[in-house]
């Protein structure tokens, strides 16, 4: 055990990606049945993505807030069961496609059931909701209104609003925050609505001995309340434009290297301020999940800073980050903390010596381990045992498509690395888990698609598009009862 991280395993599967009739998966009975699911293989760990309210492309990785959730995720049965919603309002809901996202279509429809049970919940607000506004209100408030002002401002960004609300002068903040009074409530309804049904799905998987591992983004979104509301704490000029945004350097795969265009940290702000931002934002999650993924861990040791309005990545340099200084400062409020780092990519001993000084496990991906000999450090018997294995990630190709997709010399590294002569579709995937399941590391853990199979019509991600990405769902009779027991075994066998 490594900061309180048993030896165990887990799925990887999205909140989206759960059934539901009304287009998304939710926090409703779906959510609970996974839960059980999970209980009956054998798994500790149900691992997710951000739950924050997704912005353009709707990635969770581009979020509105990173402290909100994504309302999104409200389940409808459960708003009917508390009387905001009746059978009547649901009757002519669109015939959804159950295996994919619509999110246009989506959020149209649970818009409109929301205002509905919201002109319901007015008339019963009661103290838990007032307990909730008031306990959140570091960073509630001012969400509440900027979701309002983007709703008056017809979606536009932050950076195309009224000079005095962007640059929020008091005076403009009271003026629009008594005039969108209604909406700054409604928002926060949305919001207490969400945690509330969040905390009883985290109880029951408690109970169940699942514990759930959330993502932090290392960094928010240009058009969030995040910036919006603390511009001195990002490298911004006096016209609240980016100074430089995020990236990373030209590789073997880009020549220009990733234009992310996110905005970069003040550091040194950061640091005046005591990294206060940091340990309210791990202070909710934490809240929220049980273990924390930190995306683009290495950012933190040294980030690649871009120019803003560079056309490429390339002409960016490394900056120093905060280093051991913000999680010295985040442990020392919060104590030792369940922490995974997800140390991919060109990792120096410098990051490796941040994340071990802490003792967070790094990630292994299995995905990356074949086709370069036998000293690969993705290849299970290199393995320490402090890391957390995946098959894939939510980035990756799905085993299948992945095992399809290779070369044919690595194809048999991979038969015989596994000890397997031929592969079908489904034994590819299974071996593969197998394998992350009898490694040594902490955690091992594969996407849903793995254990069914699936091959890259079910892939839910691909980094640098952004077409189709975000939207697999799993159907209902995929989650077969049987498959549990064989995954059991597995799980048993590894000692997990």
């Not at 490594?2 to 059934?19: D, E, Q, V």
């Not at 999104?72 to 049965?77: A, P, R, S, V």
């Not at 809901?93 to 619509?102: C, G, T």
């Not at 609505?193 to 109880?203: G, H, M, N, S, V």
Request: proline share 6%; glycine share 6%; charged share 25%.
């Amino acid at each position: 055990m490594y900061n309180g991280i048993p030896r165990s395993s887990g799925i990887l599967l999205h909140i989206t990606s759960l059934p539901n009739k009304y287009g998304i998966g939710s926090l409703g009975e779906e959510a609970y049945y996974f839960v059980d699911y999970l209980e009956l293989a054998g798994q500790k760990v149900w691992q997710i993505c951000p739950i924050g309210p997704t912005g353009y492309g709707d990635s969770p990785y581009a979020m509105y807030s990173s402290f909100a959730g994504n309302p999104m995720f409200i389940d409808l049965k459960i708003l009917k069961q508390s009387h905001l919603l009746k059978v009547d309002d649901l009757k002519d809901a669109p015939q959804f496609n159950p295996e994919f996202v619509d999110y246009p279509a989506v959020h149209k429809f649970k818009e409109k059931m929301f205002r509905l049970a919201f002109t319901r919940f007015e008339d019963q607000l009661h103290c838990r909701f007032k307990h909730f506004v008031k306990k959140e209100a570091h960073w509630l408030d001012d969400f509440a209104l900027f979701m309002a002002l983007k709703n008056k401002y017809n979606g536009k960004s932050w950076l195309e609003w009224n000079e005095p609300i962007k640059t929020r002068q008091p005076k403009a903040l009271a003026k629009a925050a008594n005039e969108l009074a209604e909406e700054i409530t409604y928002q926060k309804f949305l919001q207490y609505t969400f945690f509330d049904q969040w905390a009883k799905l985290k109880r029951y998987a408690n109970k169940k001995g699942i514990m759930i591992i959330g993502d932090i983004p290392i960094y928010p979104s240009l058009d969030s309340a995040d910036v919006w509301s603390a511009p001195q704490l990002y490298q911004l000029d006096k016209n609240m434009q980016p100074l430089a945004v995020a990236g990373c350097p030209p590789d073997d795969f880009s020549e220009t290297g990733q234009l992310w265009g996110n905005p970069l940290y003040d550091w040194s702000q950061h640091e005046k301020e005591g990294y206060h931002w940091w340990v309210e934002r791990f202070s909710s999650l934490y809240r929220l999940v049980d273990i924390i993924r930190i995306d683009h861990f290495l950012g933190f040791e040294h980030y690649w800073s871009v120019p803003y309005g560079a056309p490429t990545a390339a002409t960016g340099k490394w900056q120093p980050g905060p280093s051991h200084k913000l999680f010295q400062a985040v442990e020392t409020k919060l104590g030792e903390l369940p922490i995974i780092a997800e140390d991919l990519g060109a990792i120096s001993p410098a990051v490796e010596k941040l994340r071990d000084d802490f003792e967070y496990p790094g990630m292994k991906i299995l995905h990356f381990a074949f086709g370069n000999g036998e000293d690969n450090p993705y290849l299970p018997h290199n393995f320490t045992k402090n890391c957390v294995v995946y098959t894939g990630t939510h980035d990756n190709e799905t085993t299948v498509g992945w095992y399809q997709n290779l070369p044919e010399h690595v194809k048999a590294h991979v038969r015989s690395y596994l000890s397997y002569l031929n592969f079908t579709d489904w034994e590819v995937s299974w071996k593969m888990i197998e394998a992350a399941l009898d490694s040594k590391a902490l955690i091992a853990i594969a996407p849903m698609q793995d254990y069914l199979g699936l091959d890259n019509r079910a892939r839910f991600n691909t980094p640098g598009t952004t077409e189709n990405n975000w939207r697999w769902r799993i159907l209902s009779n995929q989650l077969k009862l049987e498959m549990t027991v064989a995954m059991k075994k597995m799980v048993q066998k590894a000692g997990r």
